[in-house]
């Protein structure tokens, strides 16, 4: 965080109710301000769809490369990616959020209009939450979908042999712009990879797309956020079957080879176990959806669950929690 | 937390997939599992109702008094009270987890069977969250809940000249309870003040008082989380009125009394600030709801809004989150 202007206060100055106002004002919903939120009379036959992420500065986001509304606009990409990998539709977000006294109240504004920038893309809104003191700046959103008709989710344990592997959105861009990131900070990024670095500090999942996939025969599906392998094999642990991937149809973009061959690395780490992308992950029996691409099959369980062209892929960890 | 014992695993030894095993066998549900959780068909005409509390160790809690279990209720027992004080039914929870790679996993599964005990009750369960490492022991807990028919929600807005105010629960139980662990520590609080101790580690409230309020004509409610006076001045603001409390219907037990001359404290402190017993504040255009007693008068908004016998409160502060 750059130090606050002298004329901008910090929230130890202006106390829960400044931070709530300054929230409330960036993000603003007729459904907030009481103890709870209530949500529009859901459609006949929908159920709800719940699912939560606990953000730690340091660990998950960096405000020496966010900005604030960057940070904010992740949070929301991160948690209604989740909702979305059901093939249910997001319509509202709680905040609990820690923060110093000494965090400038200009910065949550900025969290809060990065929120409601992102929820807004979903005709989604903030709608209630909780602020509290603490050592470290964490934001614990909470997602809540609505899930239509009386099709079952899109749960992790229904994908089946013979079925297609196929994608949404770009695979390991978010890892490359942590790289990048990593190694020259945030303004001495070169100018050209500004979409890998805007891929790790706000990435964005196109509103609708689990909708999509669900509405077009997809079995199971998941997000890309704790890196392809990863994510591939728990799928495919839960379904009790294997994936092999097509390595042609995820071969690195130019884009991150140019990346790749700037930094010394093999793009392949960051296709393979990069994550964060949040961009979808499913199985289908039927055509491939809309807006996705066929990366591989869905094959009958073996040793080695995630494979890529038959072979065990060459790299192959993930995010680690602890 | 106690030094856990030799066999005992910590979190950072089992890992996430560790941890979340060990929570999802102390607090099971055939809705976990997935990266977001199904709810049930609601009934019909009927809405979610969503809110979110943080809970921090050393602010909200702390482990050298109480146990596992009792963080974990106290989390359930927190959020539950804000969808109850809707006047709406607790249906489910979420728990995005923050721990130290030094947390016992045995602490963890207490803090899960005390919420698993806590949602039971209210015949609510633990569908879903998340797991992070971090400096800390937080928890941030998600309640959802239903609220039946057309009616609306009992909003803080809705209390009018004339009607009554009533309570339900004990008022400033659990700041005596903090305060008795405060002077004595645990171990050597007198055994006859049991019930202050655990009206402040574990508070109870119980299950579907919000609804009968609601269905018996309150018009506003609150839980009583930051203290007696300022709760009711938050209602009365956003109601644009005023509210009397007559001192002889919140007058101190008999216990806080003696808990307040063996600490040489006055117990009003704890009546009017205290804060934390998480039990409903309601108006009420009808009869007292089951359950409830009346308090005092919803009166003309006036410069101090909260009154105890027509004058101003002898102590008015509460909870300060920064």
Redesign the interface.
């Known amino acids: 965080m750059n130090p606050p202007p002298e004329t901008d206060p910090t929230?130890?100055e202006v106390?829960?109710r400044g931070?709530i106002e300054a929230i409330v004002a960036a993000a603003p919903s007729t459904r907030n301000?009481?103890?709870?939120?209530?949500?529009?009379?859901?459609a006949p036959?929908s159920?709800?769809?719940?699912?939560?992420?606990?953000l730690?500065e340091g660990?998950?986001f960096s405000t020496t490369w966010s900005t604030a509304e960057e940070v904010g606009a992740k949070a929301i990409t991160a948690n209604f990616?989740?909702?979305e990998?059901?093939g249910?539709r997001p319509i509202?977000a709680?905040?609990?959020?820690?923060a110093p006294?000494s965090t400038p109240v200009s910065f949550l504004r900025g969290v809060a209009a990065g929120i409601a920038a992102r929820t807004g893309e979903y005709s989604a809104e903030l709608?209630?939450?909780?602020?509290?003191?603490?050592?470290?700046l964490?934001l614990?959103v909470?997602?809540?979908?609505s899930?239509g008709g009386n099709r079952p989710?899109l749960?992790?344990d229904a994908a089946r042999h013979g079925q297609q592997v196929v994608a949404h959105g770009n695979i390991g861009w978010s890892a490359a712009g942590f790289a990048l990131l990593n190694h020259f900070g945030r303004a001495d990024v070169p100018e050209r990879f500004a979409d890998l670095v805007t891929a790790h500090c706000a990435p964005t999942l196109t509103p609708g797309r689990g909708v999509v996939a669900r509405a077009t025969g997809a079995t199971s599906m998941?997000?890309n956020s704790d890196g392809l392998v990863v994510d591939l094999r728990t799928l495919a642990h839960?379904s009790g079957v294997g994936v092999d991937i097509d390595s042609a149809a995820i071969a690195p973009a130019a884009l991150l080879c140019e990346a790749a061959e700037l930094l010394s690395v093999d793009p392949w780490t960051w296709v393979l176990t990069g994550g964060e992308d949040h961009t979808l992950l499913a199985t289908t029996a039927g055509d491939t959806p809309s807006g996705f691409r066929t990366i591989g099959q869905v094959t009958r369980s073996d040793t080695v669950t995630v494979t890529v062209d038959g072979e065990a892929p060459a790299y192959d960890t993930g995010w680690?929690?602890?």
Chains 1, 2 share one sequence.
């Not at 709680?94 to 820690?98: K, Y």
């Not at 909470?142 to 979908?145: D, V, W």
């Open positions: 929230v130890g106390g829960e931070v301000g009481d103890d709870a939120a209530v949500l529009l009379n859901a036959n159920r709800a769809v719940v699912a939560t992420d606990m730690i660990r998950h990616a989740d909702i990998a059901m249910a509202a709680l905040l609990a959020l820690s006294e709608v209630g939450g909780d602020v509290t003191g603490g050592d470290t964490i614990s909470t997602a809540i979908g899930l989710a749960t992790l998941t997000d839960r680690v929690s602890f």
